[in-house]
């Protein structure tokens, strides 16, 4: 039997924490979807296609590792693809408020679908995609945040003088 696991989140951008997350995910599990949720901010810094495209990229070389958007309660897309389990990091007290509530709501939901925690690596526990998108569009560096598939979109943008999206 395939043990299929659900790394949920926006992704928007995809962050070096995230990769962290996958990777250690993909250890753990036979297969791994990672699930990037559509229409998850009004003003996105990557559209829903391009952040497909990105993670398809970095994890294009693992190869237990899936990608996907999808739309709707997380936890009817999980059932219909037969994971067991939801992955995520947690990097602070808050987010462990937060994920918490979020994970007993969805056992609420669906109770044949469990959520895995894994704590974030200590050198990126600093790191998320509401900051980096923050530095970014405010002209900082994200060198080192973001994997290099991300930080050579936003060199492109920033190089074609984009309006900051
Ligand atoms: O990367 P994020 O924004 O922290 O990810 C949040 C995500 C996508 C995991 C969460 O917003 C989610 O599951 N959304 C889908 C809608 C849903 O199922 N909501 C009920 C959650 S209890």
């Known amino acids: 039997m ?17 990769v962290d997350l996958v990777e250690r995910a993909a250890a753990l599990f036979d297969r791994v979807v990672v699930a990037i949720l559509v229409n998850s901010d009004k ?9 497909v495209a990105i993670v398809r990229e970095v994890f294009a070389s693992v190869k237990n ?8 309660l997380l ?17 602070s007290a808050t987010d462990t408020d937060y994920e918490l509530s979020m994970s007993l709501m969805n056992r609420h939901l669906k109770p044949s679908v469990d959520s895995v925690f894994l704590p ?6 600093h790191v998320s995609s509401r900051l980096v998108k923050e530095v970014w569009r405010l ?3 994200v060198r080192g945040l973001v994997p290099p598939a991300v930080e050579a ?6 190089a074609m003088d984009a309006p900051a999206r």
Do not use: K, N, W
């Not at 590792?65 to 709707?72: L, R, S, Y």
């Not at 936890?75 to 990097?91: E, F, K, N, P």
């Not at 974030?120 to 526990?125: E, L």
């Open 43 to 51: 003003s996105p810094l990557f559209t829903q296609a391009e952040r």
């Open 2 to 18: 395939t043990r299929l696991a659900i790394c949920p989140g926006s992704f928007d951008p995809l962050t070096v924490g995230h």
């Open 120 to 125: 974030t690596a200590a050198s990126v526990a």
């Open 65 to 72: 590792v899936d990608v996907e958007a999808f739309d709707g």
């Open 139 to 141: 002209g900082g560096d």
């Open 75 to 91: 936890v009817d897309y999980a059932d219909r693809r037969g994971a067991v389990a939801l992955v995520r990091g947690l990097r």
């Open 153 to 158: 979109r936003l060199r492109a943008m920033r």
